[in-house]
């Protein structure tokens, strides 16, 4: 009994040794620096880039219509084809108009003769007027007779002249008559890829009929609007000007780059913005009229802008803030003024310099003094 209260003393005091040992708090784990990421502000020549949408036309788009009125017998062209200046695109009866031309061609003839039966008695009368006028002077004959000889040699001299002009009228409606019977054939005005027809053969057409549009599509024309802002930073800057990339709506770049034609007269009250027309060369015509695109050209060149990414810029209502680490690794929280975005880049105003380094990613995990391991990334 002795033995086995001796070891429940000794475990007792092992269970009170072990309890005052745990008690005693354990010293607190040293911290590390947090190791972040950091990059230098960057200092370049940097392009700034516009992009727009555009809205692709012809650079012609002629509107074919007739200039006679009749019933339309026959289209001789292919819709959707390439068709040159000059070509016949439709056909209307002719013969009305051949008719008329023959009616025309046949009062010409009939005041030609008319013309000359005038011709003939005149003749007829002066020779009558030189005959009696020594007679009559020998009164061999009556003076009243004379008289009459001469009123008829005016008379002829007139009716030669309305015969004259009845003639120069009905060479007129000879050349009317055979520019209208060639207006039978509609020809297209301008070169380039003929639409699908408006309108059936069998149809009565007059001057106010939409047969087809013919539109020239080599150049062809991209319209797009820019805004005021953006026109006034490179109107007046440079007689050059830029370059511009069509991007189709696959995605593709289109192969060849295209130059600004002209800019609207005004700037669109409504939207604030001006329309800008561009021109693109289009062997082979695969831009068509009404495809959409978007445009992008160079407006602008920042010389020396400082650029940091787009993951260092921290937004807190409506500030820029980017935290820098300096030399001694102690953080420093900036307010920036940003301007453009350039790619992942942010172009930085004002607040940083070039070669600062900045917290590239987790700027949210960074307060102002705080002591980090930067790690930089080049």
């Not at 051949?98 to 046949?106: E, F, I, R, T």
């Not at 102690?330 to 940083?352: C, D, Q, Y």
Request: charged content about 20%; aromatic content about 6%; glycine content about 8%.
């Amino acid at each position: 009994m002795l033995t086995s209260a001796r070891l429940a003393v000794f475990l007792l005091a092992c269970l009170l040794l072990l309890s005052g040992c745990t008690s005693k708090s354990a010293p607190p784990p040293v911290q590390r620096p947090l190791d972040i990421t950091v990059v230098r502000v960057e200092q370049k020549d940097v392009p700034i880039y516009g992009d727009w949408v555009a809205t692709l036309d012809g650079y012609v788009n002629a509107n074919i219509q007739p200039q006679v009125s009749g019933y339309l017998v026959k289209q001789d062209y292919r819709e959707g084809s390439y068709v040159h200046e000059g070509d016949v695109l439709f056909e209307i009866d002719p013969r009305p108009f051949q008719a008329a031309l023959d009616q025309a061609k046949g009062q010409v003839a009939q005041a030609r003769g008319q013309l000359a039966q005038a011709q003939a008695q005149l003749a007829l009368s002066k020779i009558n007027v030189q005959r009696n006028t020594p007679l009559a002077q020998a009164r061999a004959i009556a003076q009243s007779q004379l008289d009459t000889d001469i009123q008829s040699q005016a008379q002829n001299e007139a009716l030669i002249k309305t015969h004259q002009a009845t003639i120069q009228a009905g060479e007129a409606a000879v050349e009317l008559a055979e520019l209208n019977l060639g207006f039978t054939k509609v020809r297209s005005l301008v070169s380039g890829i003929a639409g699908i027809a408006t309108t059936q053969i069998g149809n009565l057409v007059s001057q106010s009929t939409l047969l087809t549009t013919v539109s020239q599509v080599d150049p062809i024309r991209a319209y797009f609007p820019i805004s005021e802002q953006e026109y006034l930073r490179v109107a007046g800057k440079s007689r050059a000007t830029p370059p511009l990339q069509l991007t189709l709506s696959n995605g593709e770049i289109y192969a060849h780059p295209g130059r600004i034609a002209f800019t609207n007269r005004q700037v669109e009250q409504q939207t604030g913005t001006i329309r800008v027309v561009g021109v693109f060369a289009n062997p082979g015509n695969i831009l068509r009229p009404g495809q959409f695109g978007r445009i992008r050209a160079m407006t602008a060149l920042r010389k020396d802008a400082l650029l940091v990414p787009q993951s260092a810029v921290n937004e807190l209502q409506g500030r820029y803030q980017v935290a820098t680490v300096a030399t001694n690794n102690k953080v420093a929280i900036h307010t920036v003024k940003l301007a453009e975005r350039v790619g992942e880049m942010w172009i930085v105003e004002s607040g940083l310099n070039a070669g600062d380094q900045v917290v590239s990613e987790g700027i949210a995990k960074v307060r102002d003094g705080m002591t980090v391991n930067p790690k930089l990334r080049e």
